[in-house]
């Protein structure tokens, strides 16, 4: 079975510092890959996917992540932070070959962007 | 835009009460989803519909049930609440469309069982 994992469980930044949420998964046949964000007491919010095509993927808010079949990664990176950026983070995958099937989640990593 | 609304945002229940939380999606999507969040465990996934009366077990069904009478609506049940299941709870729905993969998540409900 699939499986997720977010190496940083926090991540403490500085406003407009370079930030990167790390994210590995666990089977290298096909997947589609996902990061969410969730803002203080609000549902989840799609950043971006990668479904097929470039490996690099650009998302909202100047977000961005890049795809790497071979260490079976999906780092997400912005290059200047903003406070507003304060959030928690969720990289999920699902299978394409399964349609209808639910995300499976990584545990999460928090953000948090201090000036 | 889509829209997923949940009906309740926070709610209070006492041990042994049966729960209902309500989810609704107005992008006529084939799949349905119920999420439970809680602190450093991320979302995992309680139960599933990809149709009308149909259901699938996610990792975490003990405890709970659901019901879609109507595809545009999926409930999650708690049959009897127990202090256990006080946490955060999403929900979801996504088209069957070919590479219309996106989920879109409601704003949750975070039940308290005393």
């Known amino acids: 079975a699939q499986s997720v994992t977010q190496l940083d469980s926090q991540v403490p930044v500085f406003e407009e510092a370079p930030v990167e949420l790390r994210c590995n998964y666990s089977?290298?046949?096909?997947?589609?890959l996902f990061w969410y964000v969730q803002y203080p007491n609000q549902g989840l919010q799609l950043l971006l996917k990668y479904l097929s095509g470039s490996t690099l993927v650009k998302g909202i808010n100047g977000f961005e992540a890049e795809f790497n079949k071979s260490q079976t990664s999906f780092h997400l990176r912005k290059p200047s932070v903003h406070i507003s950026d304060t959030a928690e983070y969720f990289c999920a995958v699902s299978d394409p070959d399964q349609a209808g099937t639910a995300l499976i989640f990584g545990k999460g990593t928090t953000l948090s962007v201090s000036s | 835009d889509v829209k997923v609304t949940q009906s309740s945002r926070y709610l209070v229940k006492r041990t042994g009460e049966k729960v209902f939380l309500e989810c609704v999606q107005d992008m006529d999507h084939e799949n349905m989803f119920w999420y439970r969040q809680d602190p450093g465990l991320g979302l995992r996934l309680i139960y599933f519909?990809?149709?009308?009366?149909?259901?699938e077990k996610g990792d975490i069904p003990e405890g709970y049930s659901v019901s879609r009478e109507k595809k545009e609506r999926f409930s999650l049940i708690l049959e009897s609440a127990s202090t256990n299941q006080t946490s955060m709870y999403l929900c979801?729905?996504?088209?069957?469309?070919?590479?219309?993969?996106?989920?879109?998540f409601g704003p949750g409900t975070r039940l308290l069982v005393l």
């Open positions: 519909s990809y149709d009308v009366k149909m259901k």
């Open positions: 089977s290298s046949v096909s997947v589609y």
């Open positions: 979801a729905s996504k088209s069957d469309r070919h590479f219309q993969e996106t989920q879109y």
